[in-house]
């Protein structure tokens, strides 16, 4: 009877170990996609930080840029803007709070 029971106990601690180990290789598998996307993201934000700094450097070609797009192709500005505005407004609900807003600030 101890002796089945031994046997029981040590094949039910080989399944949770089996278990374990997959467990950590799932892990293991959405880190690295996890990072991936992390590291996506901050690539793209510095490139739109970039493009953005250099549009308020040239604002007479960024007008130009932009007239000739939305002679182009209205329909696609359209749809970018609008995809655009939908980001900007998530971006204001989850982006941190700053420590000093200029409404918090006190004209002089």
Do not use: C
């Not at 997959?22 to 959405?30: G, H, K």
């Not at 070609?61 to 609008?82: E, F, M, Q």
């Amino acid at each position: 009877m101890m002796h089945k029971q031994a046997q029981q106990l040590a094949l039910r601690k080989q399944a949770l170990l089996v278990k374990i180990q997959a467990q950590r290789q799932l892990l293991s598998l959405q880190k690295s996609e996890l990072s991936g996307s992390l590291n996506l993201a901050a690539v793209s934000q510095k490139l739109g930080l970039n493009l953005f700094s250099r549009a308020k450097d040239h604002p007479l070609l960024t007008a130009t840029l932009a007239a000739g797009l939305v002679l182009l192709r209205p329909r696609r500005v359209l749809s970018i803007a609008k995809t655009a505005l939908q980001a900007w407004m998530i971006w204001r609900e989850i982006r941190p709070p700053s420590s000093a807003s200029s409404k918090d600030v006190p004209s002089a």
